[in-house]
């Protein structure tokens, strides 16, 4: 019995000892089942951690790679640098034509090299999709189903978007494409190991990567691998700048077109209508298409020529403001006023409006945005993108816009342009680059700077930046190798520094710097608008002048008149033979004509103020060697009358706004009354330049029908200021001189009618006063029976009739001067038989006429003063060129190519001009401005000045070109692809035989010292950067299958082409002045852009595997343009070709028709003109960038267990964690701790580009 109870107690011990080990069991698994959980979750916040490391690594990465690319100005040997950016890559290139290294800014197997192979790189990744372990679709889409049907989200480029946003497109099949990888963007995978080191594969094999085993081994395994691409913000349409371009510019002929344009010039606020202005780049290439159901039907507006003061809510206006407008930060409602939103800072801002409704929402227009229209914008828009205001040595450019030295004269305007343009901001070693002027006007006895030939060359900051240019002009220029001083030689190159300095001083912010037109402060408008050419001596011993606004001599004339005649008995002149002339003049005197014409013409209307003195005068005479009493060197006539002042109702003196603008101020007081003839010691009132009595004749002299030997000799003919001294003539005291021979000559005798004498001496004094007090002064200077003689600007001479080669000299003296200006061409000649010889052989030309005639007995049409600028054409009545007498065909020295030459604006003549001012519009469709030039301040420097292309009237070979000193006539800098005497096929390289400007390095790199910031709505351009900016370099790297040049788009949307027919020059059924009642055409010359065959052209380049080294390089592409829908080509005079079916390569053709010929195509355009679209869209073009988009896809890896460390199989190893998203980078000049040196000054100054630093502004994860 005990036995059985013992075993009944053990048997209970057992299960209790059983439940109790149970228990434990339950309890040890559940905190083994707790510790492998935390224990899971610690692996998954360790795999976070390491994917969100790795994603920090393509920006790093990329960081580097910019550093190594932009930081460097200069080799370890000294050899200059520049860069160039475009999406994927960066280029380096010193100073020969090729890159010297290319650095990818895309993940790769090589990430620098010296050389780029684009259809190698292409054919690297055409086998991407079956080399999974070395490559991956950077653009592979996220499926969602979230509105209930699957949809592929894209985290770079949406395919969608080819066929709705402009310029984008497939230009071939891409590889690899397939159902799912629609848009392939390739990238090949970069391996991160243990030890933080980065390879690449040494050889790929279906799923395997294989790695040097001295580098991949069991210590240091593979744990991630990063690809990634980077774009550049420069190649997108930036929203917070650019809004939609309203194209507007300077008018360039008579048509209701051009009449609109002047009537409505750009407001204060509408920086749209501004050219160069990044608001003027659109954004409907992009937006066009937004609004889902409504894209394609919605209707975008293109307001050419539109008036917002007089439109209403059913006008294409009001349409426009509610599309484009009011998505715009600082958008120009109806009303003028612009908006001030604050700016998006990202792309996700745009779907909703500042009501908190989707954008359109409550619009009558049909548009309302979607969120498909934010996903597939992304590609093509930003909200940041500036570019770097360097010049090609990584220096600062220099503003257009001249300030006053004084700081305090500064206006608000002033002060925002130089926070833009300054170095060291806030430091005493504040560095401004801006050229300055020494004084504003104040006043008539305080005229400033620009009444003086020195003033502003004295201003010690204008020399340190002049001399700063000559230095950077005389080495090669990076990636072109070779020099401006080369290609022009020293003072050819002076002279184009010194006449655009001095252009500065007279072409913007002039309002309170050029003397204004009469008012209360200037009651008889002494020197209104003008400026004294300035005048420098440089270190180097070359002495160069600009053209200020100021006269230079074309002709002087010589007049011959009788002042008595034999008498009869009773006191009338004899008649014998009753034919009406008097039979014998006994007395006569001379009286000497200057005819002055200003190339720097146009509006704002100028009146010089200047006086003139004719040196050897007293050498001149007749017969045998009686002397024509004509005053000597001291003799001076003050010439200040302005020509603004009225002498008839609504009617101006002397042509104003025209190049022969002050003839009549050398016969008129200030007050315009007559000046009086002989009084020599009173230049304000007196005309001295005329015989000082009467010249008796000796007996058997002055017969009617003989003849008369006039002596005349060299003179040297003095521009002055006006109140000169009248002391003998001192070196260095005439602002311009020009010496000239009167070869002797026999002339006919003068005649008088009987009936013109009357009963009593013919006083000289008569023809100085006019019929009517303040009447105008045509008809009494030459009277009948006078004898003219006058010397011209030769057109066969080394100026070849263009005036500008003459201007550009301050002094052009014999024997230098031999042949500049020779004999009117009715002068006569040794051989010439008396009978031939005619009475008057001058060309005397008032500014004022053009259809009612000129100077002379009887008024002679203004045609017979001139001669032509194209061979063979006649010019309408209204439209006779500012050239001389004799000219047939502006042509350059090299075998008669057709040279470059200015389009008058409005109804003003066409000529050899400097003028390129964008200000009062309204006045170039008058001959002359009567009350004066009223000039306000402006609120926007672009407004006045964009670009440097205003530099292109400069002429470049004044004194020769090289080594070659012969002057070249007809060439000025060169700033457009299609110079009127190109021949060589658009598609080719241009030749120097093309233009000289072509030669390298090319006119347009001139164009890469300046800028203009902007400074309006709010400030665009800070530390020599400017926001908005499009890149020319649009190919994305390496995905060359994919075009995307949407941008480029916006920014030749709103450029306008002008192109007039030669038969528009010549047609006398209405020419480009007008028709022949001066009403304007119905006609138009002006071409939008066709963007698609320009991009065709830019793609000719990028496709050889080139870029665009500098923005001014968009100088050397054509422009193609399209006829604007609604407009009228076609006049009764001209039917001009269509460019429509034109291609890029056939843009000479269209341009300058047959080789040789003046009058089959648009001869008729001037070099202006040609030059203008260019100077439209170069302002708002970049090729480098400062704001960089890292897109990557990351993935941190783990291998197979027992997997060789030295292979990575995508079969077999394992994808632990994986992200994808972008980075925005920035780079910047960044603040210094100490100031940088002046590189105007300083020997030890560096490339600024060395000065900048990067940040990443933003991160976003692609997470749809």
């Given amino acids: 019995m005990k036995t059985r109870r013992h075993c009944r107690r053990s048997g209970s011990a057992i299960v209790i000892v059983l439940v109790f080990a149970a228990m434990i069991m339950v309890l040890v698994l559940a905190v083994l089942g707790t510790g492998m959980q935390s224990r899971k979750q610690s692996a998954a916040v360790g795999k976070i951690q390491e994917v969100e490391a790795l994603a920090q690594l393509p920006a790093q990465m990329v960081i580097t790679q910019l550093q190594r690319a932009t930081l460097p100005g200069k080799t370890s040997d000294g050899e200059r640098l520049t860069w160039v950016s475009q999406p994927g890559m960066i280029r380096v290139f010193g100073t020969q034509p090729t890159a010297r290294m290319h650095y990818r800014l895309y993940s790769a197997p090589v990430m620098n090299s010296a050389t780029l192979d684009l259809t190698q790189e292409a054919a690297a990744l055409n086998q991407w999709n079956v080399q999974a372990s070395g490559y991956t679709d950077l653009n592979e889409p ?27 497109a497939l230009r071939q099949a891409a590889p690899g494409a397939d159902a799912l990888h629609s848009l392939p963007m390739p990238a090949a995978w970069i391996y991160v190991l243990k030890d933080g080191r980065l390879v690449v594969p040494t050889n790929l094999t279906g799923t395997k990567a294989s790695f040097s085993a001295d580098v991949v081994s069991a210590d240091t395994p593979i744990v991630g691998r990063v690809a990634f691409w980077t774009d550049d913000e420069s190649c997108k349409l930036n929203l917070n700048t650019a809004t939609e371009g309203a194209a507007w510019d300077m008018p360039a002929a008579n048509t209701q077109v051009e009449h ?35 894209a394609g039907s919605t209707q975008w507006p293109k307001p050419d020529e539109v008036n917002p003061l007089t439109a209403d809510k059913s006008t294409p206006w009001a349409r426009y403001v509610s599309l484009y407008q009011t998505l715009a930060p600082h958008g120009v409602g109806a009303d003028l006023i612009a908006r001030q939103d604050r700016h998006y800072a990202t792309m996700d801002e745009l779907f909703y409006s500042t009501q908190r409704q989707p954008n359109g929402s409550g619009g009558s227009s049909g548009f309302l945005m979607e969120p498909a229209d934010l996903s597939m914008a992304r590609f093509f828009l930003t909200t940041h993108s500036a570019s770097p205001e360097l010049n090609p040595f990584g220096g600062p450019k220099i503003a257009l816009w001249m300030v006053p030295q004084d700081a305090a004269q500064r206006s608000v305007v002033d002060r925002h342009v130089m926070a833009a343009c300054s170095l060291n901001a806030g430091t005493a070693q504040v560095a401004e680059f801006a050229f300055q002027r020494a004084a504003n006007w104040s006043g008539t006895s305080s005229q400033g700077s620009s009444q003086s030939m020195t003033d502003d060359w004295a201003v010690q900051r204008n020399q340190n930046l002049y001399s700063w240019l000559q230095q950077m002009t005389s080495v090669a220029f990076p990636g072109y190798g070779a020099s401006f001083l080369n290609k022009y030689g020293t003072q050819s190159r002076d002279q184009l520094l010194t006449s655009m300095l001095d252009m500065l001083r007279w072409t913007a912010n002039t309002s309170a710097c050029l003397p204004p037109g009469p008012g209360s402060a200037n009651a008889q408008g002494l020197a209104e608008q003008s400026a004294v050419p300035l005048t420098i001596t440089t270190t180097n011993g070359t002495t160069t002048r600009g053209f200020g606004r100021f006269p230079t001599i074309t002709e002087v004339a010589v007049v011959f008149a009788f002042t008595d005649v034999e008498r009869g008995s009773d006191g009338k002149p004899r008649d014998d033979n009753k034919d009406g ?6 007395k006569l005197r001379a009286l000497m004509v200057i005819n002055p014409m200003i190339p720097a013409c146009g509006t704002p209307a100028v009146s010089p103020a200047w006086s003139v003195r004719i040196r050897r005068l007293q050498h001149f005479t007749i017969g045998q060697g009686i002397g024509l009493l004509l005053p000597g060197g001291n003799a001076r006539n003050r010439c200040i009358f302005s020509s603004s002042l009225p002498f008839g109702a609504g009617t101006g003196w002397g042509g104003n706004n025209s190049a022969y603008a002050c003839i009549a101020s050398q016969f008129l007081q200030a007050d315009g009354t007559p000046k009086v003839p002989g009084v020599v010691n009173d230049p304000a009132r007196g005309f001295p330049f005329i015989s000082s009595g009467d010249v008796s004749l000796l007996s058997g002299m002055g017969l009617a029908g003989s003849t008369l030997r006039f002596s005349g000799g060299a003179i040297v003919v003095d521009l002055m200021a006006p109140n000169a001294s009248m002391t003998s003539p001192q070196a260095g005291d005439a602002i311009h001189s020009v010496e000239m021979e009167f070869p002797d000559q026999v002339i006919p005798m003068p005649s008088l009618l009987v009936s013109d004498f009357q009963s009593g001496p013919r006083s000289i004094s008569s023809r100085f006063t006019p019929v009517t007090v303040g009447g105008e002064m045509r008809l009494p200077i030459i009277q009948r029976g006078d004898v003219v003689r006058s010397l011209i600007l030769n057109p066969a001479g080394p100026s070849q009739g263009d005036v500008r080669l003459v201007a550009a000299r301050r002094d052009l003296l014999l024997p230098d001067a031999t042949n500049w200006y020779g004999t009117h061409p009715d002068y006569g000649t040794a051989a010439t038989p008396a009978g031939q010889l005619k009475t008057e052989a001058q060309s005397l030309r008032d500014g004022a006429y053009m259809q009612s005639g000129q100077f002379g007995s009887i008024l002679q049409p203004t045609r017979n003063t001139s001669g032509t600028l194209l061979s063979g054409v006649a010019y309408a009545d209204n439209a006779i060129p500012a050239v001389p007498v004799g000219l047939n065909g502006a042509t350059t020295l090299n075998a008669g190519v057709l040279g470059d030459w200015e389009s008058g604006e409005g109804v003003l003549e066409d000529g050899p001009f400097v003028n390129r001012s964008r200000l009062l519009p309204a006045g170039c469709f008058a001959r002359s401005t009567t009350g004066g030039s009223s000039l306000q301040a402006t609120s926007d420097p672009l407004s006045e000045i964009s670009s440097a292309i205003c530099f292109g009237a400069l002429p470049s070979g004044v004194y020769g070109n090289g080594t070659d000193g012969t002057p070249r006539p007809w060439q000025t800098l060169l700033f457009c692809a299609n110079p009127a005497g190109r021949s060589t096929a658009a598609n080719h390289t241009a030749q120097a035989t093309d233009h000289f400007g072509f030669t390298s390095p090319p006119d347009h790199l001139w164009l890469e010292f300046f800028w203009t910031p902007v400074t309006q709505p709010w400030p665009m351009s800070a530390s020599f950067a400017t926001e908005g900016k499009v890149n020319l370099n649009h190919q994305l790297m390496p995905f060359t299958w994919i075009q995307r040049a949407t941008a480029l788009y916006g920014a030749l949307k709103g450029v306008r082409i002008t192109a007039i027919p030669t038969a528009a020059l010549s047609s006398q059924n209405g020419s480009a002045k007008g028709n022949t009642d001066g009403s304007p055409l119905n006609a138009t010359f002006k071409y939008e852009v066709d963007e698609g065959k320009t991009v065709d052209g830019l793609n000719q380049r990028l496709d050889g595997g080139d870029v665009f080294r500098t923005a001014s390089e968009i100088c050397g592409q054509f422009l193609v343009p399209r006829r604007i829908s609604g407009h009228s080509y076609d006049s009764s005079g001209f039917s001009p070709a269509d460019p429509a079916s034109m291609q890029y390569g056939d843009m000479t053709m269209w341009w300058n028709g047959t080789t040789g010929s003046a009058g089959d195509a648009f001869e008729g355009t001037g070099d202006n003109l040609r030059e203008s679209p260019y100077a439209q869209v170069h302002p708002r073009l970049c090729t480098q960038s400062n704001v960089y988009s890292v897109h990557y896809r990351v993935q941190v ?31 910047r000049l960044a603040q210094q701790a100490t100031p940088l040196p002046d590189p105007a000054t300083s020997t030890s100054a560096r490339s600024l580009h060395e000065a900048h630093s990067f940040r990443i502004v933003s991160q976003t994860v692609f997470g749809p």
């Fill in 581 to 586: 002339i008097c039979d014998r003049a006994t």
């Fill in 142 to 168: 996220v499926l969602s189903s979230r509105s209930g049907a699957v949809e592929k989200k894209f985290p770079i480029a949406d395919p969608a978007a080819i066929g709705r946003v402009a310029g984008f």
């Fill in 260 to 294: 609109g344009n002047a009537l409505n010039a750009p407001t204060g606020v509408e920086s749209y209508r501004l050219s160069g202005h990044p608001a003027f780049t659109s954004l409907s290439p992009v937006l066009r298409n937004f609004g889902g159901a409504a």
């Fill in 1197 to 1227: 890896l783990r291998q197979a267990r027992g997997a060789p460390a030295e292979t990575w199989d995508e079969a077999r190893d394992h994808v632990q964690a994986e992200r994808r998203g972008c980075c925005v980078i920035e780079r």
